[in-house]
């Protein structure tokens, strides 16, 4: 299945124009570009002509059809199955109108019109072989007697009057055989511009099966005309050349299909055999020699499509991929409806006496059908959602015309029943798909609200902590949002998210969101391949999606440094404040005091102040400086006490406080020793600092006589250890040492990303 950048040739085409002119005669571009531009510049001029050649060979068939010679009345099939002339025939004919036509006649030419098998426009949906071939005779019966001046109708009741001939002119045509002329000349226009843009062989294939299904549409465009019998030349060739095309775009499929598995060894030679076995059949209906041909057509056509669908299916379950996948379901999709046409038309064919209207109407939706989808073909990236909309509305459209024809061949509904009822049900089906649908996409394929925020939340926290991790963590995230097969990092060096492999990979760019601004990623890009786990391409609304994930997640992290830039500039305020004001007001009762323990708490009060002071101020601290003054600070303050001090420090690495968790760590130290030395009449303290990955465990424990902690009433300072730990994250627990003391355990399961 081609990619829509490989059906862009407007783009590249046009672009290649403008250079050319713009070039100074004093500047030369390079031979290779010269090429280039030559080269663009060719296509153009091809797509030019091919649209020339296009327009001109409808004009000249309309042309044809309209300058004929014919017999314009209104005709319709009368109630007992011959032709009957309508109502609003003219004057001349306006007293015959309701009588049935046996007979037509010409000088000595006379051509019986025992049936309605006059009205039947095309032979391709005739499912006999002998109706086939006495329509054919018919047709060139009329064809013949139309060459005469004035022919003479003869109708059932012995009236015979004569009808000039008169020009159908192009007004006269129809607006059927317009907008089907139309249709076609836009598919074959698609397949030119394909084949232009890119002559690889995915689509030379699609450009094949497009200008199939354009030739079908021609031949339903000339037979829609409102007059009685065809052109000869069309009548003649209508079922060879439909059954060719028809059989030509199975077998490409087959080959696209094959092309898409190349794991599959067998897949080349079951192409060939399609081919082989569509060219044996249009070859023996070319030479007559084919009986039964309408069930060799319809049969050979599903089996096709049977076979491309089994080789996705073996593909897909060697190697999952959403293009295969995709390509599978819509070949499922032609299948059901091509079966479900055609036991429609075989039930009113032989059950309802007659042929039913919508026999052709049926097929020609179908038809329709499967060249719109041709069409949507290069927009498939583009817009999934769409094409899976249309997909099923026109195969929908198409199951209610068949059940309209089952409806009345089988129960003999009448007209208005029949429709109204295949309407519902098939409104019926559509909404339940389309809802089923919607749900799948809504609940596979994106992240709520909720989740994206809370993904967003986490991946800044750890972003800020380790600026490092920014690849993996995009990784993640995007990858929670996608659920692909594989994601990985690359080194694409991006300015936005682009699909590669015809939608089978996204690359998004990895900000760099280093504090420093030429700090390196570890990856410039992430790589993810075959979204929802290989159900879906990825699409242009994806990309937009991964931008605008990855500039939510640069915008917080910058908001973030934003806001902790400020709060360190206030906290370096308040403790130059503290440092200015509360310091320089302390040192001065200090010098007043009147006792010594009162110098010596004022003194101690000073030095909390300065280590308090000289916190706030500088921000992020490294635990293993941190640790060093807490040992400082905690062997000054116990050796006043006569206590003495083991300190066990063991970090695996280093890593950086923040000031809440560097604040809260030094008030809970703080707050235990002071509890010791003031209630435990201990004569030794232990403290461990044990940091493994991002988990810290602190140990304060001692030998004084505190015993049985459970019946302890938390006040001021052991609540303010608790609240503290809390808001690490973390918890504490008090025990018994066993010989005697007590023993403080604190658990912070995430350090590093503490708030």
């Not at 900000?511 to 391949?529: F, H, I, M, Q």
């Not at 007043?592 to 992020?620: C, F, I, V, W």
């Not at 940091?691 to 459970?710: F, Q, T, Y």
Request: aromatic share 6%; net charge positive.
């Amino acid at each position: 299945m081609p990619a829509s950048r490989d059906g862009r040739l407007a783009e590249s085409a046009g672009s290649a124009v403008t250079p050319i002119e713009a070039l100074a005669p004093a500047t030369r571009a390079a031979p290779q570009d010269d090429r280039a531009l030559r080269w663009m510049g060719w296509r153009l001029r091809l797509l030019v002509g091919a649209a020339l050649i296009g327009c001109g060979g409808l004009f000249v068939l309309a042309r044809g059809l309209a300058d004929a010679e014919q017999l314009v009345a209104p005709w319709q099939a009368g109630a007992a199955g011959g032709i009957a002339l309508g109502a609003g025939a003219g004057d001349a004919l306006e007293p015959y109108a309701g009588k049935r036509l046996v007979a037509l006649s010409a000088g000595t030419h006379r051509l019986e019109l025992p049936d309605a098998l006059a009205l039947r426009r095309s032979p391709r949906w005739m499912i006999d072989d002998e109706a086939r071939a006495r329509h054919r005779t018919l047709h060139a019966g009329l064809s013949e007697l139309l060459r005469q001046p004035a022919p003479r109708m003869h109708f059932s009741d012995g009236a015979q009057v004569d009808v000039p001939l008169r020009h159908l002119g192009f007004d006269g045509l129809g607006g059927m055989f317009w907008l089907m002329s139309a249709i076609a000349l836009a598919l074959y226009l698609s397949a030119m511009v394909m084949v232009l843009a890119d002559p690889s062989r995915h689509n030379l294939l699609y450009a094949l099966m497009a200008l199939c299904q354009s030739g079908n549409l021609v031949f339903i465009a000339a037979a829609s005309t409102p007059r009685l019998g065809l052109p000869q030349a069309i009548a003649e060739w209508d079922m060879t050349a439909r059954m060719a095309f028809d059989f030509v775009t199975a077998a490409a499929a087959v080959q696209l299909c094959s092309r898409h598995a190349p794991r599959i060894r067998a897949a080349p030679g079951l192409a060939a055999t399609a081919w082989a076995c569509a060219a044996v059949l249009i070859a023996l209906q070319a030479l007559g020699w084919l009986t039964h041909a309408w069930w060799w057509t319809q049969l050979g056509v599903f089996a096709l499509c049977l076979l491309g669908v089994a080789i996705l299916s073996a593909s897909y379950r060697v190697q999952p991929d959403p293009l295969v996948l995709q390509l599978r379901r819509f070949g499922l999709l032609v299948a059901a409806t091509w079966i479900l046409l055609t036991l429609a038309i075989v039930t009113a064919m032989r059950m309802a006496g007659a042929a039913h209207p919508l026999t052709g109407v049926a097929s020609t939706i179908w038809i329709v059908f499967l060249a719109s989808l041709l069409l949507l073909v290069p927009f498939f990236a583009r817009s999934q959602q769409i094409l899976r909309e249309f997909s099923l509305l026109a195969a929908v459209s198409t199951v209610a015309t068949s059940l309209d024809l089952l409806f009345v061949a089988v129960f003999s509904f009448g007209a208005f029943a029949s429709l109204t009822l295949s309407f519902f049900i098939a409104l019926a089906v559509y909404a339940g798909a389309r809802q089923w649908i919607l749900n799948q996409l809504l609940s596979r394929t994106r992240l709520t609200t909720e989740r994206v925020f809370e993904q967003l939340y986490r991946s800044v926290r750890e972003v800020e902590s380790h600026p490092e991790r920014t690849p993996d963590l995009l990784r993640k995230l995007l990858s929670e949002c996608f659920e692909p097969m594989q994601a990985g990092l690359g080194d694409d060096r991006l300015g936005a998210t682009r699909i590669e492999d015809r939608g089978a990979t996204l690359v998004a760019p990895v900000p760099v969101l280093a504090p420093e601004p030429d700090a390196p990623a570890a990856g410039t890009s992430v790589r993810l391949r075959h979204a929802q786990r290989g159900r879906r391409r990825f699409t242009i609304e994806d990309a937009r999606l991964a931008d605008r994930i990855v500039e939510q997640l640069r915008r917080a992290v910058l908001f973030d440094r934003a806001v902790e830039q400020g709060r360190n500039e206030e906290r370096t305020r308040i403790a130059q404040d503290l440092h200015d004001d509360i310091g320089a007001r302390l040192l001065t009762l200090m010098y007043q005091a009147q006792s010594p323990e009162m110098e010596e708490y004022l003194r101690h009060t000073l030095k909390d102040l300065k280590t308090l002071t000289r916190g706030l101020a500088k921000g992020n601290h490294r635990l293993s400086h941190a640790a060093a003054e807490w040992k400082a600070d905690l062997t000054h303050r116990l050796t006043a006490a006569d206590i003495a001090l083991g300190w066990t420090f063991d970090a695996g690495r280093d890593v950086s406080l923040n000031v809440a968790q560097w604040s809260a760590l030094t008030r809970i130290l703080r707050e235990l020793v002071s509890n010791t030395i003031a209630h435990a009449g201990a004569t030794r303290v232990d403290v461990s600092l044990q940091l493994d990955g991002d988990r810290l465990a602190l140990e304060v424990s001692d030998d004084g006589r505190g015993r049985d902690p459970l019946r302890w009433s938390h006040g001021l300072g052991l609540g303010g250890v608790r609240k503290r730990v809390k808001q690490l994250g973390g918890e504490v627990e008090w025990g018994e040492v066993a010989s005697r003391g007590i023993r403080c355990r604190v658990r912070v399961p995430a350090l590093s990303s503490g708030s």
